[in-house]
C-alpha cells in the first residue's frame, strides 16, 4: 500500500522512501533534483490544509524556523507549494540515526553520563531557540534526532504544537505529549522558556530511569500529575545515580515556573559542573586509597637520589622508622630529590625524633600502656552502653505508646490493635483512613462468631460514616463552594485565577478516596479552561488572517 501511495516528486524533490508520519502530515526522504541533496520533505496534510487559518499559520511557521540556525537545530532548507499534488511543504536536513525514542526503547535507560551529554546538546538547542524568542512546547524524545555521529538534533518547531490544545479537547489522544508537558502549558496558561526546561527534565528523568516522571491511563490523568503530584526521585530507579545530578533533575521538575533554573545556559553550565564533580571525586578516590608498604619500598628503592645514593638506604629507614620528626617517610624521600637534607642528617633527625617521643610520655600517656587499665575501660564502657541504650528505649516507648497503654491491659488481640490503630486516624482527623481500616478488619473477621462484639462495634462507627455522609450531600461543602466559585471565575474569563483555585482544591483533596465526585468536577472545569483557551487562540489566528494589517508573528 505504501509503495503504491508514494508519491514520484514533491516540488523539486524526488521521493525516495517514507520516513515517518505525525500530526501534520507525512515525512518522506527525498533527493533534489539540481543539487542531489537529501532532504526530509514534511508535507502538510490534505484535511488539515482545508482547516480556517491552517495555510497561514503554516507559512508563518516555516519563516519562524528560518530564524533558527544552529548544529544542534534540524536546518529549514525551502518550503512551497506542490501543484501537482496541491499540497504544502517543506524541506529540511535529513538526520541519518535514530530518534531519542527508539533509542530508550531499545535499551530501556542510558548511561548517566550519555543522557548528560544528550541534555547539554539539547541545551544548546533550546539556547539558540529561545534566543530568537521561539518556545518549542513539545521536546519530547520522538523530536530528538541522534546522527550516526552522536550530534542530537531538535526538529518539530512550532509545528504539532499549534494543534495540541485542539487534540487534547477533541481526541485527547496526545499521551506522548502530556508525559513531558509544563504544568502551565497543560493548564492553557502561557508557555515560557522554563516550560521547555521542564520538558527537558522529564525528558532527562525518561533517559537516566526508562520511565517518565508521570503516567496514567489517559491525557488527562497525566495532566492532573503534572499538576499536583510528586514524582519518585530517579535515584529510586538508579541507586548510583550521582546525587547532584538528581538534584538537576529534581529542580527542572518542579511545579512553579519560577523556581526552575533561569535558562537553558545555566542547565548547561550545571551539568557539565556534573560531570566534572564526578570526575574529580572518582580522581580524589583513586589518589586516597593507601599505597601497599612493597609498592612503595619497590618505587623508592628504584630511584636513586641526588646525592648518588642507590636507594637502600631509604628502603631501611622506611623499615625501621616509619616516621621521621613527624613527616612520612615518602614526603621525606621527596624533599630529599628535591636537594633536601642528606643520609647523614636523615639519621641523625630520625634518631632525636624517636628517643623524644619515647621520654615525652606523661603519667596518662603511661597509665594507657597499662594493659588492666584498659580492660578495666572496656568493661565499664560496655556495661554504661548497655544501661544507656535500655534508657532511651523505655522512654521512646513511654513517648510512643502514652495513650496505649491502658487499652493494651484490656485486649491484647489483633483485633484491639486494628480498632485502637482506626481511633487513632480518628483523632488525627483522616476520617477516610479510619473507614478503610474498619471496612478491612470487617470483611477479615466476618466469619468467625467469636467476634461478634468486635463486628458490632466495627458496624456502629461505619454507620455513623453513612449519617455523616448524608448530611454532606456526598462532598465536603467547602469543596462544593470552591468548584461553584472556579465556575463562576471560568465563566467570566478570569481563567488564570480559576486555574490556581483548581491546584489548590487538587491539593486538599487529591488523595481523599471520599472526594471523587470532586475530581471528577475538577477535572471537567480543568478541560473548560483549556477549552476556552484553544478556542481563544483560534479566534485570535482567525482574526489576524483576515484583518486589514498582517500584525506581528504569533508569539512563540
Known amino acids: 500500500m505504501d509503495q503504491v501511495e508514494l508519491p514520484d516528486r514533491i516540488g523539486p524533490y524526488d521521493i525516495i522512501r517514507k520516513v515517518g508520519a505525525g500530526g501534520m502530515g507525512t515525512v518522506y526522504l527525498g533527493r533534489h533534483v539540481d543539487s542531489q541533496l537529501e532532504a526530509a520533505v514534511k508535507v502538510l496534510s490534505a484535511s488539515l490544509a482545508r482547516e480556517p487559518g491552517t495555510v497561514e499559520r503554516f507559512e508563518r511557521e516555516i519563516d519562524a524556523m528560518r530564524q533558527l540556525t544552529g548544529p544542534h537545530i534540524v536546518k529549514l532548507f525551502e518550503s512551497g507549494h506542490d501543484l501537482d499534488t496541491d499540497q504544502m511543504y517543506f524541506a529540511m536536513e535529513y538526520v541519518e540515526g535514530q530518534t531519542l525514542a527508539d533509542c530508550i526503547r531499545s535499551e530501556h535507560r542510558l548511561s548517566w553520563d ?18 530568537s524568542g521561539v518556545v518549542h512546547r513539545d521536546l519530547k524524545p520522538s523530536n530528538l534526532l541522534i546522527g550516526n555521529d552522536g550530534i542530537v538534533k531538535l526538529t518539530d518547531f512550532g509545528v504539532a504544537q499549534v494543534f ?16 513531558y508537558m509544563s504544568p502551565e502549558q497543560a493548564q492553557g496558561r502561557r508557555c515560557t522558556r522554563t516550560s521547555d526546561l521542564y520538558s527537558l527534565g522529564a525528558v532527562l528523568y525518561v533517559m537516566l530511569t526508562g520511565r517518565p516522571p508521570f503516567t496514567g491511563k489517559n491525557a488527562v490523568e497525566i495532566i492532573q500529575k503534572h499538576s499536583t503530584a510528586r514524582f519518585d526521585r530517579p535515584g529510586l530507579y538508579v541507586p548510583d545515580l550521582p546525587r547532584i545530578l538528581e538534584d538537576v533533575v529534581c529542580k527542572l521538575l518542579e511545579k512553579k515556573p519560577e523556581d526552575r533554573y533561569s535558562d537553558a545556559h545555566v542547565v548547561s553550565l550545571r551539568l557539565k559542573e556534573v560531570v566534572k564533580r564526578v570526575e574529580l571525586a572518582n580522581k580524589d ?3 586516597a586509597r593507601p599505597l601497599k608498604p612493597d609498592s612503595l619500598m619497590s618505587r623508592t628503592a628504584a630511584a636513586p637520589s641526588r646525592s648518588g645514593r642507590t636507594g637502600d638506604e631509604p628502603e631501611t629507614l ?26 647523614a642528617t636523615l639519621m641523625r633527625d630520625a634518631f632525636r625524633a624517636e628517643i623524644s617521643r619515647q621520654h615525652e610520655k606523661s603519667a596518662v600517656g603511661t597509665l594507657f600502656d597499662n594493659t588492666w587499665f584498659l580492660v578495666a575501660c572496656l568493661i565499664l564502657l560496655i556495661v554504661g552502653g548497655f544501661f544507656w541504650i535500655n534508657l532511651i528505649g523505655q522512654v521512646e516507648t513511654a513517648n510512643d505508646s502514652v495513650e496505649l497503654v ?43 462468631e467469636s467476634n461478634a462484639e468486635a463486628i458490632e462495634e466495627i458496624d456502629q462507627r461505619l454507620e455513623m460514616f453513612v449519617h455523616l455522609r448524608g448530611k454532606q450531600a456526598d462532598a465536603p461543602s467547602l469543596a462544593t463552594q470552591s468548584l461553584d466559585r472556579a465556575t463562576q471565575l471560568i465563566k467570566a474569563g478570569n481563567h488564570e485565577e480559576a486555574s490556581q483555585l483548581l491546584d489548590s482544591i487538587a491539593v486538599l483533596y487529591g488523595d481523599d478516596q471520599d472526594a ?13 479552561i483549556v477549552a476556552a483557551a484553544a478556542t481563544a487562540a483560534e479566534n485570535s489566528s482567525s482574526d489576524q488572517s483576515n484583518g486589514t494589517s498582517p500584525g506581528k508573528a504569533e508569539e512563540r
Not at 550519555?114 to 529561545?130: G, P, Y
Not at 495540541?164 to 508525559?179: K, P
Not at 471523587?516 to 473548560?528: G, N, S, V
Request: aromatic share 4%; hydrophobic share 40%.
Open 164 to 179: 495540541a490544545a485542539q487534540r487534547l479537547t477533541v481526541t485527547g489522544g496526545i499521551i506522548g505529549t502530556a508525559e
Open 114 to 131: 550519555r543522557s548528560v551529554d544528550i541534555a547539554i546538546q539539547v541545551c544548546a538547542a533550546l539556547k539558540t531557540a529561545h534566543a
Open 516 to 528: 471523587r465526585t470532586i475530581i471528577e468536577r475538577l477535572t471537567e472545569l480543568r478541560m473548560q
Open 406 to 448: 491502658a487499652e493494651d491491659a484490656d485486649s491484647q488481640s489483633e483485633i484491639a490493635r486494628f480498632l485502637r490503630l482506626a481511633k487513632s486516624y480518628r483523632r488525627s482527623g483522616d476520617t477516610p483512613r479510619e473507614r478503610q481500616i474498619l471496612k478491612a478488619l470487617r470483611n477479615v473477621i466476618a466469619d468467625d
Open 318 to 343: 622506611a623499615a625501621a622508622f616509619p616516621l621521621f620528626g613527624g613527616r612520612s617517610a615518602d614526603s621525606e624521600i621527596r624533599s630529599e630529590r628535591q636537594g633536601g637534607p642528606g643520609p
Open 285 to 287: 578516590e583513586t589518589i
